[in-house]
């Protein structure tokens, strides 16, 4: 299962980032191929978030097309949304511990114990997820 990071579909949808051309193919790719794909919640409200924002984006969304957005996402039928399960902030816990730290990190625990328990890989640019040693993460644009 691929479990996006929100930094990867900010890249995809913006037209202005260096890392929109690399991004939107692998995005496109991974909407389409044979994976199932894993959703968090976190995620989709960071995108509308993010992406609505003036301070964030040189040309912002409007909140139609960044909510459009994320419903094709979710409403795709290779799309699972993520829900924790019962032990997810031990989950959590034990990640941030592994890594030493929480503050900053902990949203990313968060993503990183979703996808620990779907059996996913998180698929994100940011190298934090390397803090971690127990989950799987790949950075799609360094292939």
């Not at 900010?10 to 980032?17: C, E, G, I, R, T």
């Not at 625990?109 to 996913?120: D, F, I, S, T, V």
Request: proline share 6%.
């Amino acid at each position: 299962m691929i479990v996006p990071d929100v930094n990867l579909l900010l890249y995809a949808m913006n037209y202005d980032s260096d890392q929109h051309e690399a991004a939107w193919t692998w995005w496109e790719s991974a909407q389409h191929g044979p994976e199932r794909i894993g959703l968090a919640w976190s995620v989709i409200t960071a995108y509308i978030r993010l992406t609505t924002s003036p301070v964030v984006m040189p040309r912002p969304l409007s909140v139609e097309q960044a909510t459009a957005d994320a419903r094709s996402w979710t409403e795709s039928p290779l799309t699972d949304m993520l829900v924790p399960g019962s032990e997810h902030l031990h989950v959590m816990e034990r990640l941030l511990d592994e890594a030493g730290n929480g503050g900053e990190l902990t949203s990313d625990a968060h993503l990183a114990a979703l996808a620990m328990e779907n059996a996913g890989t998180v698929f994100s640019t940011d190298h934090d997820f390397a803090r971690f040693p127990s989950i799987r993460w790949v950075n799609p644009l360094d292939r």
